[in-house]
């Protein structure tokens, strides 16, 4: 078992990649009395296009496999497994995204026999005609709810204005059409595709003894049968690097406008050590840019053009990343301008100093040392970096390595005038 101490942080992760592939990483955290394991496949909504085990040939499965197959490993035969852990006396969920799928539980006691119904049904799967065409209904019925959800909509809508090709345009959930097509025999092959444990990992924090627990999976896995590991083919179409949609305006039922700048990064095929990097980079720009202490912020906040719902953030994945600055506002155009302008005078004249590097730098450092006393914080965030070859607990160092034109060279990748999009939610009549 490997031991790696993060001195800088106090802590000592401790890792092992066991005989079938699965990789398992245990994070003791002294004082807390609460243990938080994750399950998770790096197998998300995009993977919508790949090579099936065993076969040769590309398939193109049904949009919102994933999420319906994530609902599916909850109904087994003896009855839901909800019930196990509640049981136990634990709290489980679940969650698709669009590169992973995670199944997780908390509890503060039988910490090893919800350990083991973790494992137990996500290696477990049992699908039948008559539960996938009952699971169709529910799924609709989801469907239709955050169809109907005007800050979901404009989240996803901003999305599929900036991507033309790449499936991350896609809903995670599919269509009520799209699910319909998901039967049986497509889950079973999407299981057996994505579900190998050399295609996930097991991230254990908080009350646990890394050694007990560490040999308690092991057994586990053992004593389960697996095929042998292959590389899995994905295939993504060719997307272009400017947005597909400048403007996009929708009709919803709701009581202010609702507002979403999009910018499409061009620079997606980074791992490790750059991707990280070009991460923290774009979010320390757009907290020069578009924090609160800002130019921007002052501007907009006193010409009310924002409110309390005011958000700036950036996503980063390979072959797909996005900054978003979105509010409510009763003048979209005007608040369109203003961050227009913020960009434009940037590329035109670089005016980010040193003084406002190492202020963005030290906010960042503090909300990431704050962040470590969540454990499902911790949980989540390093199965998303692993995943991408990269370490959650290199955040400090690369955030203290960071230099000017680390920054710019990061603001190049989301500044194209070309690359942005605008949505907006109007308050209109109710969509069918």
């Not at 196990?84 to 509890?107: C, E, I, P």
Request: glycine letters at 4%; a negative charge.
């Amino acid at each position: 078992m490997e031991k790696i101490s993060f001195d800088n942080l106090q802590e000592t992760l401790f890792h092992e990649k066991l005989d079938n592939g699965l990789s398992v990483y245990i994070l003791p955290k002294r004082g807390f009395s609460k243990t938080y394991v994750t399950f998770t496949t790096k197998y998300g909504s995009i993977d919508r296009t790949f090579i099936p085990r065993g076969k040769k040939d590309f398939v193109t499965v049904p949009d919102g496999i994933a999420h319906f197959l994530e609902h599916k490993m909850f109904d087994k035969k003896e009855g839901d497994v909800f019930q196990k852990f509640g049981v136990l006396g634990a709290s489980a969920n679940a969650f698709t995204s669009f590169t992973r799928t995670s199944y997780l539980f908390s509890t503060t006691e039988n910490l090893y026999e919800n350990t083991k119904v973790l494992l137990d049904f996500v290696q477990e799967p049992y699908f039948t005609k008559e539960k996938v065409e009952k699971e169709k209904g529910i799924i609709a019925q989801e469907i239709t709810m955050y169809d109907d959800n005007p800050d979901w909509r404009n989240y996803f809508g901003t999305i599929e204005s900036l991507y033309k090709e790449h499936p991350v345009r896609i809903d995670i959930a599919g269509t009520i059409e799209t699910i319909e097509e998901i039967t049986a025999e497509h889950l079973y092959e999407c299981y057996e595709t994505f579900y190998h444990p050399s295609n996930m990992a097991v991230f254990v924090i908080g009350a646990v003894d890394p050694e007990e627990m560490m040999n308690f999976i092991k057994e586990d896995q053992k004593g389960k049968e697996f095929s042998e590991p292959e590389e899995i083919t994905r295939e993504f179409p060719k997307e272009p690097l400017e947005a597909t949609t400048e403007k996009t305006v929708l009709e919803m039922d709701v009581q202010r406008p609702k507002f979403n700048f999009g910018m499409k990064c061009n620079r997606t095929d980074l791992k490790g050590d750059e991707m990280i990097r070009q991460d923290l980079a774009v979010h320390l720009v757009l907290d020069i840019l578009f924090g609160r202490t800002s130019e921007f912020y002052t501007k907009a906040y006193n010409d009310n053009l924002i409110d309390e719902t005011y958000n700036y953030d950036f996503t980063l994945e390979k072959g797909f990343g996005f900054a978003m600055v979105e509010s409510d506002t009763e003048n979209p155009t005007d608040l369109e301008a203003v961050i227009r302008k913020t960009l434009s005078s940037q590329v035109e004249n670089w005016t980010v100093t040193e003084a406002d590097l190492e202020r963005a730098r030290k906010r960042r450092i503090g909300q990431f040392m704050r962040s470590l006393n969540s454990i499902e914080f911790i949980s989540n965030q390093f199965t998303t970096y692993n995943f991408n070859d990269m370490n959650l607990f290199d955040v400090v160092p690369t955030l203290e390595k960071m230099t000017i034109d680390h920054l710019k060279d990061a603001f190049s990748t989301i500044s194209d005038l070309n690359s942005h999009t605008v949505m907006t939610i109007v308050p209109g009549a109710k969509e069918n």
